[in-house]
C-alpha cells in the first residue's frame, strides 16, 4: 500500500460508522487480526510510497532502499514509522481538542493493501474521567494526555496525520517549550488497573492542588493564582503556589540577617546538586543574634563585592543579562506566553545562567586557572597525536621488531589517560551574545512584572531562596 497514487485515509475500513461503546473503542473491523495472526504477520518499521518486505525475522525492516526513488512519491502521502504519534480517525471527535492520538507500537501486514498498526493510546481528560470516576478533567490542559499501556489493532488508514506529543516532566529542569497548541504527557494511564501515575498534582507544592499550564479560562486573577516559585536544588526540584508560602510563612527573615543580597542567595541554589554553591554559601547561611555582625545591622552584599575578594575569579566574559538571570527567581504561570511569564517557566534560562557563573567560579574562562589547565591537555593531547602519527606502525610486518608497536600502543594508553582527565572538567558552549543582549532589555520589566516575594523553600531540609 500507500505507493504513489494511492490515498491513505479514504480506503474502506475508514468509512466505518463510529460509535464508540467506550473511550477509545471504535466498533473494531471483522477483519481486525487475533493475537495469533499478529505475531505471524510481516513487520514493517514504516509505512509510505513503498516498503520492503522483513527479511529479518529478528529486526523490522525499513523504508530506506525501498522501490523506487522519494521523488515518485506522491507529495500527499505520508510517511508512518515505528514510534510515531499520529492523529486517529475518531468521527465526531476530529474538530475537538479530545481528538483520539496514538503512539505507533509496531506495523504488521498480511498483504499489500492490508496494513496494520498497534496503537498505544494517549488518553483524553474526558475518556479519563469517563473510566476512572475520581478523576477530575479540569487537572488536565485541553490538549494533555496521559500515555497508557492500553493497546489496539487498527488499519493504518485510521491514522491520519504524523503528530508530536512532548513529554513534560515539570521537575524537569529543561522542560519543553510548551504552548497552548501543544500536545503533551505528564502521566500514564495502566488501563486494567484503573490508575493514573503519578496523580495530577501529588508531586505539586505543599498544597497537592494540580497545575494545569493551559487552562480554558484565562481570567488574569486566576491565573496569578496559580504563580509558582521552583527550587532548582537537586534534591528539591518541586514547584510552589506563591500564594501558599505566603500563606504558611516560607519567607525570608528581614534581610539584615543574611550576608547577601537576595541575587546572590537565589544564585546559590545549585540545580545540580543538593548542597548550595560553595563559594556563596556563607553568604546565605542566616546570621544567629549571638553572630557579633547580627547587631551592626550590616547592608547585605551585592554579588560584585561577595567575590570581589577571589582575584582568580572573573566574570568579565559574561554578558551583564546572564548574570542578572542567573539570580532571578525560577517561576511560572499557566496560559500562554504573557510578558515574562511562561507556563513552563523561566527554568531553563535561569538553569543555563547559573551554570555559567559556576564554571566561571571554577575558572572555566579565557585566562582562568582550569581554561589553562584544559589549553596544556589539549596541547599535550596534539603532540602525542603528533608522536603516534610519526611511528609509521602500518610498514613494521609480521616477524619483524615489534618495538614500534609497542611504542605505538604505549602512545596511544597515555593519550587515552589524557582524555579520561578531559572529562573532569564541565564544559558549555561560550554564550550566545545576541541572545543576551537582546534579553538586556527586557530585564527591567521582568523584574517589575515578576515582583516576586522573599520566599523561601519549605523543605526544611533546604529552606533556601526561591
Ligand atoms: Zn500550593
Ligand atoms: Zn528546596
Same mark, same amino acid.
Given at each position: ?27 473494531v ?5 487475533? &493475537?495469533l495472526?499478529?505475531? @505471524? ?8 510510497? !513503498?516498503?520492503? =518486505?522483513? /527479511? $529479518? ?12 526513488s ?5 507529495? &500527499?502521502?505520508?510517511?508512518? @514509522? ?8 475518531? !468521527?465526531?471527535? =476530529?474538530? /475537538? $481538542? ?19 498498526v ?21 487537572t ?21 496525520r ?56 484565562l481570567?488574569e ?31 525570608d ?45 550590616l ?52 538553569t ?6 559556576y564554571?566561571?567560579?571554577?575558572g ?23 608522536r ?41 558552549a ?8 537582546a ?24 529552606n533556601?531562596?526561591?
Open positions: 500500500m500507500a505507493r504513489a497514487g494511492n490515498s491513505l485515509g479514504v480506503g474502506r475500513k475508514s468509512k466505518r460508522a463510529w460509535t464508540r461503546r467506550k473511550a477509545h473503542k471504535s466498533n473491523p471483522e477483519d481486525t487480526p487475533t &493475537e495472526e499478529w505475531a @505471524r504477520m510481516d513487520k514493517y518499521s514504516a509505512v509510505a510510497g !513503498g516498503w520492503n =518486505a522483513d /527479511t $529479518d525475522s529478528d529486526s523490522d525492516s525499513d523504508i530506506s532502499g525501498s522501490t523506487g522519494s521523488s515518485s512519491f506522491s507529495p &500527499e502521502i505520508m510517511e508512518l @514509522r515505528k514510534g510515531d504519534d499520529v492523529i486517529m480517525l475518531c !468521527g465526531d471527535k =476530529a474538530k /475537538t $481538542d479530545d481528538v483520539w492520538i496514538g503512539k505507533i507500537d509496531s506495523i504488521r501486514a498480511r498483504a499489500e493493501h492490508d496494513v496494520w498497534r496503537i498505544g493510546w494517549y488518553w483524553a481528560s474526558l475518556d479519563i474521567a469517563e473510566y476512572i470516576k475520581s478523576f477530575e478533567s479540569t488536565f490542559a485541553p490538549l494533555e494526555r496521559a500515555s497508557s499501556d492500553n493497546f489496539d489493532f487498527v488499519p493504518v488508514e485510521d491514522c491520519i504524523a503528530t508530536h506529543v512532548y513529554e513534560y516532566d515539570e521537575s524537569d529542569l529543561e522542560p519543553p517549550d510548551l504552548e497552548p497548541t501543544s500536545y503533551f504527557v505528564r502521566s500514564h494511564l495502566w488501563y486494567k488497573r484503573r490508575h493514573l501515575e503519578p496523580k495530577p498534582g501529588a508531586l505539586s507544592c505543599i498544597c497537592f492542588r494540580a497545575y494545569n499550564p493551559f487552562p480554558k479560562v481570567l486573577s486566576l491565573l496569578d493564582e496559580d504563580i509558582m516559585h521552583f527550587c532548582p536544588r537537586s534534591s528539591c526540584r518541586r514547584w510552589y503556589h506563591r500564594n501558599c508560602l505566603l500563606a504558611q510563612g516560607s519567607v527573615h528581614p534581610y539584615s540577617n543574611y550576608r547577601g543580597d537576595r541575587g546572590v542567595r537565589l544564585l546559590s541554589v545549585n540545580p545540580d546538586d543538593s548542597a548550595p554553591c560553595a563559594l556563596l554559601a556563607w553568604y546565605c547561611e542566616p546570621l544567629a543574634p549571638s553572630d557579633p555582625e547580627y547587631s551592626m545591622s547592608d547585605p552584599v551585592d554579588l560584585r563585592s561577595a567575590i570581589s575578594g577571589n582575584d582568580h575569579i572573573s566574570l568579565a566574559h559574561l554578558p551583564p543579562a546572564l548574570v542578572r538571570v542567573a539570580q532571578f527567581p525560577i517561576v511560572r504561570r499557566p496560559g500562554p506566553r504573557h510578558a515574562c511569564w511562561s507556563a513552563v517557566g523561566n527554568v531553563t534560562e535561569v543555563l545562567a547559573r551554570r555559567f557563573i564554571a566561571a567560579f571554577e572555566l574562562y579565557p585566562g582562568g586557572r582550569q581554561y589553562a589547565e584544559v589549553e596544556e591537555l589539549v596541547k599535550q593531547a596534539g603532540e602525542l597525536e603528533h603516534v602519527r610519526g611511528l609509521d606502525v602500518d610498514m613494521v610486518r609480521d616477524g619483524e621488531d615489534q618495538s614500534l608497536v609497542k611504542q605505538e600502543n604505549t602512545l596511544l594508553d597515555d593519550l587515552l589517560e589524557l582524555i579520561k582527565s578531559l572529562d573532569t572538567y564541565t564544559f558549555l561560550s554564550p550566545y551574545s545576541p541572545y543576551w543582549a534579553r538586556e532589555l527586557q530585564l527591567d520589566e521582568d523584574v517589575e512584572a515578576m515582583a516576586a516575594p522573599p520566599l523561601v523553600c519549605p523543605n526544611p531540609d533546604c533556601n531562596a526561591i
